[in-house]
């Protein structure tokens, strides 16, 4: 028996996640991006962004550790203790996270795979340009040409916040509001806080201002301060350096984690899916000074693409060694033969769909 | 069935929200699929389908995206604790989720018998409070009658159920009333239907 929320990958299903990590781990290397591994097991630590949904034990001097549950963290903290946070430096990796609490469902579990990259040591709009391409590229990768990326800008929501001067818990409800695009509680709050004017009218229209790139325009028309300006600008930027074909959508209401991104967050959607396939952007000052990435969910992409039902059998049952030597040799897929039984074997390449049986003396009739 | 084929799929509670659920959409131009007979468990037409829930299934079903969108109550919301965009008040079914006692109740609060025991330990954590949570099902009232629990944490809506039972609505905790909830995904995808849907109940909502 395994754990709710924890799977075991089959033939087809594991095969299939091989193949799309290995094409995920060859365009993240074609874009400079060097493989990193860390550790599963971290020591606990009360400040880490997910450390409530955690899973944690004792090891034997009674320190607390806990199983990773998040890649970017691990990352940034690896970066910290290494001191490779003073140069340009792109990393990849790939394994598995745990999560304590996930709402099991399609798409969620408990135990699930990861992979992603990240750029640190540098900042600016045209490495965020650089990871929303390589996020398309690996969308594309993995069979998914329908998906969007939508980009959000945690940090105007941050300096709007900023901007009423509110105490910590006021402006967390206030972020909450904004991220359920819960206009009716939102402004009910702004009134009992007393934000007034244009920064109520601004805050206000966060929560609406999603869609095609014409947000960025009415964006523009709201009374924004110096920092805020700043924020749309860079953002303007970033756009403006992505690829022909890369249409991606905006949400400036889009406010998770608004204390974490220091810039740009972005996610991608395909339709009839109701999860994200990635989740990334830039956190800057989160631990180390630059640092900017994304992560692929794994189950969530073969989720939303389908799995093949079966793989492809070996075309060959080889009855003898050397023959099996042979035609392996010549790229050909062989599996040999465990017994002199021919009825057997012919019975056995039935079942496991193999075309052609051959020995020492040739082609045997399957 | 299959919800590809569907241009948007609804999730709506069983029950009298469903019937305002079915006008105030109505009212903002779209015509949702009625029910062909008793046992319908989901009905379509026009490129909708509607799926009929219970009420605390609706958050499930828009979360992870198998609805697009649904109706629900910010009773049913707030236990549910799911990740949804909650755009507009829809402003019918209107209620309070309240702690309710007996009117000699003066002892501190030690056990409270709930049908929504997520927010209710919510809420004794947000006010430093200590109390055992029981989760019921139904009639929860009783179970401070019955001597189960020294508080209730439920719905009220004229407090006519509370006051012929000889208890007492002591605080309010939450104002609800039934809430447009949307999918992440859905928003931004399907925004060419969703998004003039959302501006027309908003319009009628105020």
């Given amino acids: ?34 493989p990193v591994e860390l550790p599963v097991l971290e020591v606990y630590d009360p400040e880490h962004p997910l450390a409530a949904r955690a899973f944690k034990m004792v090891d034997k001097s009674g320190r607390v550790l806990a199983l990773r549950a998040e890649f970017t963290t691990a990352v940034i903290r690896m970066v910290a203790s290494e001191g490779l946070g003073e140069e340009l ?11 304590r609490d996930s709402e099991i469902g399609p798409g969620r579990l408990r135990e699930f795979a990861q992979m992603g990259v990240e750029a640190v040591g540098a900042s600016g709009p045209r490495l965020d340009a650089e ?4 996020a398309w590229e690996a969308l594309k990768t993995a069979d998914l040409p329908d998906a969007r990326l939508e980009v959000g800008l945690p940090a105007l929501v941050a300096d709007l916040l900023a901007a009423t001067e509110l105490a910590a818990g006021p402006r967390s409800s206030l972020h909450a509001a904004i991220e359920r695009k819960n206009i009716p509680e939102l402004a009910e709050l702004l009134a009992d806080y007393g934000v007034r004017g244009g920064l109520r009218r601004a805050v206000l229209a966060l929560p609406d201002l999603y869609g095609g790139i014409e947000v960025l325009a009415a964006a523009r028309r709201l009374e924004l301060g110096p920092a805020a300006r700043d924020d749309l600008d860079w953002l303007e930027e970033v756009l403006a350096l992505l690829p ?15 204390d974490y991104y220091s810039g740009i967050h972005f996610r991608a959607y395909t339709p009839d899916f109701g999860l994200p396939l990635l989740g990334g952007g830039r956190y800057d000052g989160a631990g180390t000074r630059y640092a900017a990435g994304f992560a692929l969910g794994l189950e969530r992409i073969l989720e939303a693409r389908g799995v093949p ?6 075309q060959v049952l080889a009855l003898d060694p050397g023959t099996a030597r042979r035609l392996r040799a010549t790229g050909v897929r062989v599996e040999l033969a465990w017994t002199d039984d021919l009825e057997e074997l012919r019975d056995y390449a039935r079942r496991r769909g193999i075309a052609r049986i051959s020995g020492p003396e040739g082609e045997v009739s399957p | 069935m299959n919800r590809a084929g569907f241009e948007l799929t609804v999730a709506l509670p069983k029950g009298r929200m469903m019937a305002d659920s079915y006008a105030a959409f109505s009212r903002a131009g779209i015509e949702l699929p ?34 697009d969108l649904g109706v629900v109550g ?36 030690r056990r409270i018998a709930s049908k929504y025991p997520r927010f209710t330990q919510s809420w004794l954590r947000s006010r430093g409070m200590v109390a055992d949570v029981v989760k019921l099902h139904g009639n929860v009232e009783l179970a401070v009658l019955a001597g189960l629990a020294d508080a209730v944490v439920d719905v009220v809506q004229t407090g006519a159920t509370l006051r012929a039972a000889g208890l007492v609505e002591v605080e309010v905790l939450a104002r ?17 239907v969703i998004r003039p849907l959302i501006d027309n109940l908003r319009a009628l909502a105020t």
């Fill in chain 1, 1 to 34: 028996m395994i754990p709710e929320g924890t799977r075991y990958h089959l033939p087809p299903e594991a095969a299939a996640r091989l193949d799309l990590q290995e094409r995920w781990r060859a365009l993240f290397a074609s874009w400079g991006y060097d």
């Fill in chain 1, 89 to 99: 430096h792109r990393f990849q990796y790939a394994g598995r996270l745990w999560l």
């Fill in chain 1, 131 to 134: 990871l929303l391409e390589l």
């Fill in chain 1, 244 to 258: 022909p074909g890369l249409e991606v959508l905006l949400d400036l209401g889009m406010a998770r984690a608004y």
């Fill in chain 1, 309 to 314: 039902r079966e793989l492809a059998a070996p």
């Fill in chain 2, 34 to 67: 009625r029910a062909r007979g008793e046992r319908d468990l989901w009905h379509s037409g026009g490129g909708l389908a509607v799926l009929e829930l219970r009420g605390a299934d609706v958050p499930t079903y828009v979360d992870l995206g198998i609805a």
């Fill in chain 2, 74 to 109: 910010r009773d049913i919301l707030l236990e549910a604790g799911r990740d949804l965009y909650e755009p507009v008040d829809l402003g019918f079914g209107a209620c309070r989720l309240s702690l309710i006692r007996l009117p000699e109740a003066v002892t501190p609060v």
């Fill in chain 2, 176 to 192: 609800s009333s039934a809430r447009l909830v949307v999918n992440k995904s859905a928003l931004k995808l399907k925004r060419d």
